[in-house]
């Protein structure tokens, strides 16, 4: 099955700056590598995800990198607000596959 | 679009008791859903894949004579936990594919806080 794991489980930046957040994963047959968004009391909310053909993917202050040859992707958020502040999971998986949650990240903006 | 409801929002019953939990797609036929639960501060854990008109697909180690799931159109599922405990008290999401999209992309509903008494 597949391992997934996120890196840091903790990251506090302040409003303005970057924050990258890393997933590693062990399924090579994974192509489907999505990043989420949890709000307190919130279902997640899918942020940005990129298909293994792709290399980078970008949207607006967001981004997601892949590296399939080490088996990790990144999020990417540059010019962090108050608002992103959040919990941030990753969650590949195979073509039409079910997803494995990483165990998520808690992202903190200081104002 | 693309929009998912869950009913309850919160629940809370006593021990013993059942308790059932809708998820529907509002704009959407979701041909497959899936449960997860999350306890505090922890990730999502699947728990079934249910697919409109069969049963469930549940994953290692849980109960599915605890955790009914009914898949019984295009665009409902329902999770019944039966004979509820304390420890069952969790966060629990859905979650449903489109039909008509890529196989790939689930989007979920805003989950339902239960709580055991």
């Known amino acids: 099955g597949e391992n997934v794991e996120q890196h840091p489980s903790t990251l506090s930046v302040q409003e303005g700056d970057s924050a990258v957040i890393k997933c590693t994963y062990s399924d090579s047959a994974s192509n489907y590598f999505p990043w989420y968004k949890q709000e307190l009391g919130k279902g997640p909310q899918l942020i940005i995800d990129i298909r293994s053909n792709v290399g980078e993917k970008k949207d607006q202050r967001i981004a997601v990198t892949l590296n399939k040859t080490a088996k990790h992707f990144s999020l990417h958020i540059t010019e962090t607000q108050p608002e992103d502040s959040a919990v941030y999971f990753c969650?590949?998986?195979?073509?039409?596959?079910?997803?494995?949650f990483g165990a998520g990240t808690i992202l903190r903006v200081k104002s | 679009g693309a929009v998912v409801s869950q009913h309850p929002s919160w629940v809370i019953c006593k021990s013993g008791t059942s308790v059932k939990i809708e998820c529907r797609s509002l704009?959407?036929?979701?041909?497959?859903m899936f449960w997860y639960r999350q306890f505090p501060k922890q990730s999502l854990m699947l728990m079934a894949t249910?697919?409109?008109?069969?049963?469930?697909?549940?994953e290692q180690g849980v109960e599915k004579d605890k955790f009914l799931i009914n898949h019984a159109s295009l665009t409902l599922s329902t999770l019944t936990v039966t004979s509820a405990h304390p420890e069952d008290s969790s966060f629990y999401i859905c979650?449903?594919?489109?039909?008509?999209?890529?196989?790939?992309?689930?989007?979920f509903g805003p989950g339902t806080r239960l709580t055991v008494t």
């Open positions: 969650a590949p998986a195979p073509y039409g596959n079910k997803l494995v």
């Open positions: 704009d959407f036929q979701a041909t497959t």
């Open positions: 979650s449903a594919r489109d039909r008509t999209g890529a196989a790939y992309e689930q989007y």
């Open positions: 249910s697919n409109e008109g069969s049963k469930a697909t549940y």
